[in-house]
């Protein structure tokens, strides 16, 4: 995220284990959250499907609509143009999780609470304001 919104994730820790194996269809991240810690800003994505699955810890999930408390063993899978979503990390202890998502190219990332709004360009992820100016 561009600033100011990188340090809203600070405690966040990705481990991009899809492209250690060269995967371009998907991708698969191990994510460490430490307490207090968010997984991203609330967002949802135009085009790509994500799935999450909890390995160790109690976050709550939180979307348009509530929060959910989850465990370890629990999963949630989120359409394109569905709900937004993040992951909060509420308890003092670390929560684990895998998230998978496909590589759409044509994917973009909107986020309801605050200016931003992500896509992709041949390089990666660019960020803008809501009006469309860059950060």
């Known amino acids: 995220?561009?600033?100011?919104?990188?340090?809203?994730?600070?405690?966040?820790?990705?481990?991009?284990?899809?492209?250690?194996?060269?995967?371009?269809?998907?991708?698969?991240?191990l994510t460490i959250l430490s307490p207090g810690a968010r997984s991203a800003l609330l967002h949802r994505h135009s085009h790509q499907q994500e799935f999450i699955?909890?390995?160790s810890g109690t976050p709550t999930l939180r979307t348009d609509a509530e929060d959910y408390a989850m465990q370890p063993g629990m999963c949630v899978g989120f359409m394109p143009g569905g709900d937004a979503h993040q992951l909060v990390n509420r308890s003092d202890a670390e929560v684990v999780y895998l998230e998978i998502g496909d590589r759409d190219p044509d994917d973009s990332g909107f986020y309801p609470e605050d200016d931003l709004r992500a896509e992709r360009d041949g390089e990666g992820w660019r960020f803008l304001h809501k009006d469309g100016r860059a950060y």
């Open 53 to 55: 699955y909890i390995l």
């Open 1 to 29: 995220y561009p600033a100011p919104f990188a340090d809203m994730v600070a405690g966040r820790e990705k481990r991009a284990l899809g492209d250690v194996f060269g995967l371009t269809k998907f991708g698969v991240n």
